[in-house]
């Protein structure tokens, strides 16, 4: 395990030279202590989300296993910031049970990211399939400049 974080990791990772990216840098991460940030203690709290920009919308796709769609919300807020937040919670315990492994994480979770200038903040869809969120965020066409030809004389 290294103890340098990763900066130039796989390309699925957030980035500390994305822009929109809101993801806090958290030195302990690398180490394996919680999340310092949120104070969870659980794996759920670092809800991985792809982010692919296509030439109508830009699409986020949270893989949320075990969720209902009930138990997330998706807002938007006014500084054009998508925010993506849920709970999973822990499995009642029987006093008859008796644990091998407990692997499932559960907790709260939040994601964050700034949304770009060309987003149309009032036409945002969210949909959730087999586990996974995905949330659509149209973009405003790109209005091409008008440009007119002048005849050169001489």
């Known amino acids: 395990m290294s103890l340098i974080p990763r900066i130039f990791g ?4 957030s980035s500390l030279f994305d822009p929109f990216s809101i993801d806090v840098f958290d ?3 690398e180490l394996g202590f919680p999340d310092s940030n ?5 794996a759920f ?3 991985r989300v792809d982010w692919k920009e296509t030439p109508e919308a830009h699409v986020f796709k949270a893989d949320l296993p075990g969720l ?3 138990e997330v919300k998706v807002e938007i807020e006014d500084d054009r910031v998508l925010q993506i937040s849920g709970e999973r919670n822990v499995e009642k315990e029987d006093k008859n049970d008796r644990w091998h492994r407990v692997e499932r994480s559960s907790g709260k979770f939040m994601r964050r990211f700034r949304l770009p200038e060309n987003a149309k903040m009032d036409q945002i869809k ?7 969120l995905t949330v659509t965020v149209p973009k405003e066409e790109v209005k ?4 007119k030809s002048i ?3 001489g």
């Open 27 to 29: 030195p302990f991460k």
């Open 10 to 13: 796989d390309r699925r990772s």
């Open 68 to 70: 209902k769609k009930e």
């Open 45 to 47: 709290a670092n809800t």
């Open 126 to 132: 969210a949909s959730m399939e087999n586990g996974v």
């Open 144 to 147: 091409k400049p008008n440009v």
């Open 151 to 153: 005849e050169i004389s």
């Open 38 to 42: 949120s104070g969870e203690t659980s």
